[in-house]
Structures are given as structure tokens and as C-alpha cells.
């Protein structure tokens, strides 16, 4: 059973850092591009980040309002997807998702970590 | 900046037909944007429905189907449930590996 369990959100400062755990099971995650998605709340889903299979690289790819400030990765012996945020601004608060994408299709979701920023 | 738009909020009867359409500010929605289509229900994570346009997931109730109308995606409920109210989002993938969801619709079956 495919399943994605996050981690790691909680409250931080403006300008403080966070580091999101995503540990995959029922498949090997490295086979896949992983996707990371926000919801801030009350609002709808904005999709953050993806890094591409081994067999495509490993390429990373960010969307405009993290670009910079956020860092994709994954540790294949842990079949672990993680995200590192750096100079957290309040409009970063939001849950986040980790995303499975399987043949152009984002099938399986997490449950979701909160990260509030706020001072 | 790509923008992805789908009706803010549509009201369907129970047992009717609705569809829910999800725009690209691009141009026309083509099958090489992949479109995808989410469910989700207040206090829940998104639940995948439609991918590549039409591709169910072995999930999907078979009421719910994707297609391509007009320029746009879409997404047809048939035959509507009290338990289909929820926020739709549909997403769509564009070259140089970004992808962008549409803002949601919010679906009430009255």
C-alpha cells in the first residue's frame, strides 16, 4: 500500500528555517517524480516544488514564490523526500502536501504538515 | 505568470449533471498539459480523480469522467451525490517542469 507520511511542520519565525520530512512506503520513490503542493488556509493548492525520478536526473524545479528560498531533496536509502525552507515569510504558512506523480498523474497525497510563520 | 482559472462556486440538484471547466490564461488546455482533477473535502487532503484528461484512477467512482471542451478541460459529474459537495481543483503542466493548479470550484449539491 502506497502511502506518504510528513513531517517536521511547526511554528517559526519570519527569516527562520524549516525542514519537512516526507517518508514514502509501498514503493521506491526514487522511480517517481515527488512533488511537494501548499494550502494556505482558507485558500487553494499552490504547487511548490518537484524533483525528477533518478532515471530523469534527479532535476528539482521550483514555482517563482520559492525559488531561491526552498530546496527539494530526496535520500534514497531512506525513501525519504524532504524540504528545505529557508527565510520563511508569513505567506509561507500553509499545509504541505507531498506528492506522488505517476505517469503525468498525481495520484497518491499526504496528510499534510502545517507550517505556521509568525512572530 | 501562467494562470489557471475554474468557476469560483456552482450549484448542482442531487441526481443532476454538472461540469466544471478549468481554463489556461496560455490558450487553449491541450492533452500535452496533462490535466488533472481533485476532490476535497473540508478538514481533508486532496483525493486524485482524472489525470491525462480522461484516465480514471482504480478509486474514481465511475460517475466522474475528464475530457477536453471548448478550449478547456473538463470535468463531468453524472448523476450527482450529496457526498460529491466539496472544492474541485484542476491542474495543469506546462513546459520547463511547471505545473499549476486552478483556483478550485466549490460544488453544492442542493
Known amino acids: 500500500e502506497v502511502q506518504l507520511v510528513e513531517s517536521g511542520g511547526g511554528l517559526v519565525r519570519p527569516g527562520g528555517s524549516l525542514r519537512l520530512s516526507c517518508a514514502a512506503s509501498?514503493?521506491?520513490?526514487?522511480?517517481?517524480?515527488m512533488n511537494w503542493v501548499r494550502q494556505a488556509p482558507g485558500k487553494g493548492l499552490e504547487w511548490v516544488s518537484v524533483i525528477s525520478n533518478d532515471a530523469n536526473g534527479g532535476n528539482t524545479y521550483y514555482a517563482d514564490s520559492v525559488r531561491g528560498r526552498f530546496t527539494i531533496s530526496r535520500d534514497n536509502s531512506k525513501n525519504t523526500l524532504y524540504l528545505q525552507m529557508n527565510s520563511l515569510r508569513a505567506e509561507d504558512t500553509a499545509v504541505y502536501y507531498c506528492?506522488?506523480?505517476?505517469?503525468?498523474?498525481?495520484?497518491?497525497w499526504g496528510q499534510g504538515t502545517l507550517v505556521t510563520v509568525s512572530s | 505568470q501562467t494562470v489557471v482559472t475554474q468557476e469560483p462556486s456552482v450549484t448542482v440538484s442531487p441526481g443532476g449533471t454538472v461540469t466544471l471547466t478549468c481554463a489556461s490564461s496560455?490558450?487553449?488546455?491541450?492533452?500535452?498539459?496533462?490535466p488533472n482533477w481533485f476532490q476535497q473535502r473540508p478538514g481533508q487532503a486532496p483525493k486524485a480523480l482524472i489525470y491525462s484528461t480522461s484516465k480514471t484512477h482504480s478509486w474514481t467512482p465511475a460517475r466522474f469522467s475528464g475530457s477536453l471542451l471548448g478550449g478547456k478541460a473538463a470535468l463531468t459529474l453524472s448523476g450527482v451525490q450529496p457526498e460529491d459537495e466539496a472544492a474541485y481543483y484542476c491542474?495543469?503542466?506546462?513546459?520547463?517542469?511547471?505545473?499549476?493548479f486552478g483556483g478550485g470550484t466549490r460544488l453544492t449539491v442542493l
Open positions: 496560455t490558450g487553449a488546455v491541450t492533452s500535452g498539459n496533462y
Open positions: 491542474l495543469l503542466f506546462y513546459s520547463g517542469a511547471q505545473r499549476v
Open positions: 506528492v506522488r506523480d505517476e505517469n503525468w498523474g498525481y495520484d497518491y
Open positions: 509501498g514503493f521506491t520513490a526514487s522511480s517517481n517524480f
